[in-house]
T-cell receptor
Framework: SQQGEEDPQALSIQEGENATMNCSYKTSINNLQWYRQNSGRGLVHLIL?????REKHSGRLRVTLDTSKKSSSLLITASRAADTASYFC??????????FGAGTTVTVRA | KAGVTQTPRYLIKTRGQQVTLSCSPI?????VSWYQQTPGQGLQFLFE???????NKGNFPGRFSGRQFSNSRSEMNVSTLELGDSALYLC???????????FGSGTQLSVL
């Protein structure tokens, strides 16, 4: 079973627009991470936010975390064609495993 | 620095056979995790090893097993393959486990 749910399942945007996706989870966490996957290949780590943090930035990425609502959001600004991928949130409950959400498929149109 | 290497990249087996997948982590990483990815179930955790010890195991039948060697390389084995075992099997390594995993490209297993 998966810890988190992501919303929306799919997203199509124009190049240059922003993309926002949300993740909800069920149990207490140590940290929450976001990963990107291109066409069924391996996942690439994007950003990690700890349970005592509320917001984090990395380049064009902005992540927020609301532990009271057990939710997180990932914002990609000024999207590019290369951002076309599936994005997954993953939670770490300090038990040596990550629990992944179902993912959001993002398509950036030129 | 070389990334996580998984072999083979593709594998075709028939029901009832067994299979062994291999994973070489990034040099210096002692934690290796395995995940199964399918369109229907998404990414499911199989197990995690650290310094040759299994620290956590997912909800998979006993047909799925793994091990880690002293050089941190890991293998997973699936015995008596079933059609439902067809999936992308992903290995990931990290320094201590739980944070920032580095994934390999995966082994695509097809069971016929």
């Amino acid at each position: 079973s998966q810890q988190g749910e992501e919303d929306p399942q799919a997203l199509s945007i124009q190049e240059g627009e922003n993309a926002t996706m949300n993740c909800s989870y069920k149990t207490s966490i140590n940290n929450l991470q976001w990963y990107r996957q291109n066409s069924g290949r391996g996942l690439v780590h994007l950003i990690l936010i700890r349970s005592n943090e509320r917001e984090k930035h990395s380049g064009r990425l902005r992540v927020t975390l609301d532990t009271s609502k057990k939710s997180s959001s990932l914002l990609i600004t000024a999207s590019r064609a290369a951002d076309t991928a599936s994005y997954f949130c993953a939670t770490d409950a300090n038990d040596y495993k990550l629990s992944f959400g179902a993912g959001t498929t993002v398509t950036v149109r030129a | 620095k070389a990334g996580v290497t998984q072999t083979p990249r593709y594998l075709i087996k028939t029901r009832g056979q067994q299979v062994t997948l291999s994973c070489s982590p990034i040099s210096g990483h002692r934690s290796v995790s395995w995940y199964q990815q399918t369109p229907g179930q998404g990414l499911q955790f199989l197990f995690e090893y650290f310094s040759e010890t299994q620290r956590n195991k997912g909800n998979f039948p006993g047909r799925f097993s793994g091990r880690q060697f002293s050089n941190s390389r890991s293998e997973m084995n699936v015995s008596t393959l079933e059609l439902g075992d067809s999936a992308l099997y992903l290995c990931a390594s990290s320094l201590e486990g739980g944070e920032k995993l580095f994934f390999g490209s995966g082994t695509q297993l097809s069971v016929l």
